[in-house]
């Protein structure tokens, strides 16, 4: 039987840690976080939490992944520490909104900022329309056509060989990291003004404390409310770093390898996320920031050294940015699908594997299809919303994962062992049910809906666990997991 090959070196897993994380978020959320903190100083902090986290999520990963080196990565951690049921849950929700959604998104971000160069690719030309209601605008458009025509492209290369689509990650994740730095240096020189430095750095840095009525003083529980509401962009545009995990049946030396990735390829985009947003508050005041033409921060920057191209460099930034995202994202997912698939709980057909190139060929399809229709259906953003909360929860039950492990599990080997345990993984989980308690009581439009699309999963659940002594899956020993 024909399994996953060993394909994928170090530069190759850096590059789908990086790829993956770097989208179009970076060039945009910082308005959205910036209305919410209304501060220069909180929207730096802010960013500062969301690499904190990473960071740390980064570290406690790579003790996981190191351990249990096996195609599905989070799923697999889920599956060994909690039980099959919270593995499928997880697993569940990444194909019906977290991955295929936010490939869905990222591909129409590519199609959309394409029309800035080539205007007949719009949303608002439709080759066939269905209906409107409310947010849910269902049809083809030239743009979520480009959309799907570039999934399907990214399928097929992904398809062809695991090193068709590392190629491709290394070059655009290359390309969006210089773009981002060209555009940290712009920031940082040509586009900077007095205006904006003097404005964000002057009085109006410390003035976060002074935000309620005149003289009074705004309090450290209100600051953190802020900070934790703001977390909502910043880690969803910090985001995916986890994806190499589902490749590491795929990678070489992965108890060297995964860990290095892991924590270099997240802690290096971080730092770049800062950099701009200091870039960003170097160009422009802070109101500039907020009320930016549709959050694009960016072009806002380029703008003012490019006037009359700065549009369309930004867009061939993004352009280049989200191409290599959803190749990232494409190559990734569909590994979970096809660890699932083998387990006994996904479609039987997601885990075979192309005799000649030993690809998930399958699950590659059956994500890239599902990922379409959400095109068409004009509902990603939203249920992307939604699932906010519900991803959260499952970083924290991956991190809880740590505890459990090394307790059940002593005894197994552990090349790598994240470094700040146990202090660190447990601020962790102090922050993220922090911040999921703020979006309960402040934004509930951003949590019950995920958690009810969660709960599908539990019906799917016991429908393909049926007939399967203990619950489908029977615990392994954690040494079955080394090459």
Known sequence: MSELK??????????????????????IVSADIARTVDSPALLIAAWLITG???????????????????????????????????????GWALFLVIQTGTIAAVAVG??????IWMPSISGSHWVFHFFKAGSVDIGLSTQN???IALILLLTVVNTVGVKAGAWIQNVFTSAKVLA??????????????????????????????????????????EILKLLLIAQVGSLFAADAWNNVTFTAAEVHNPKRNLPLALV???GTVIVLYVLANFAYLTSLPL?????????????????????????KWMAAAIMISTFGCANGLVLAGARVYFAMSEDGLFFKQASRIHPKFLTPARSLMIQGLWASLLCISGTYNQLLDYIIFAELLFYILTISSLFILRRKRAEAPRPYRAWGYPALPALYIVLALGIDAVLLKYKPDYTWPGLLI??????????????????????????????
């Open 6 to 27: 060993r394909s994928l070196g170090f530069p190759s897993a850096i590059a789908i840690v990086m790829g993956s994380m770097i989208g179009s978020g970076i060039f």
């Open 52 to 90: 904190f986290m990473t960071l740390v999520g980064a570290l406690a990963y790579a003790e996981l992944a190191a351990m249990m080196p096996k195609a599905g990565g989070q799923y697999v951690f889920l599956r060994e520490s909690l039980g099959p049921l919270w593995g499928f849950l997880y």
């Open 110 to 115: 590519f199609a959309k900022f394409l029309g």
């Open 145 to 147: 056509l480009t959309a």
């Open 180 to 221: 981002l730095l060209a555009l940290i240096a712009i920031g940082f020189t040509v586009a900077a003004t007095a205006q904006a430095i003097h404005a964000n750095f002057g009085a109006h840095w410390s003035a976060f404390w002074r935000m309620g009525a005149p003289g009074t003083h705004v309090g450290w529980i």
């Open 264 to 266: 270099l390829g997240a």
């Open 287 to 311: 109101g500039a920031i907020q009320h930016a033409a549709e959050d694009r921060v960016g072009t806002a920057v380029l703008q003012q050294v490019f006037s009359g191209t700065g549009a």
């Open 454 to 483: 969660v709960a599908t999963g539990i019906p799917v659940y016991f429908f393909w666990a049926r007939g399967k002594v203990a619950s489908t899956v029977e615990p392994k020993s954690v040494a079955q997991y080394h090459p």
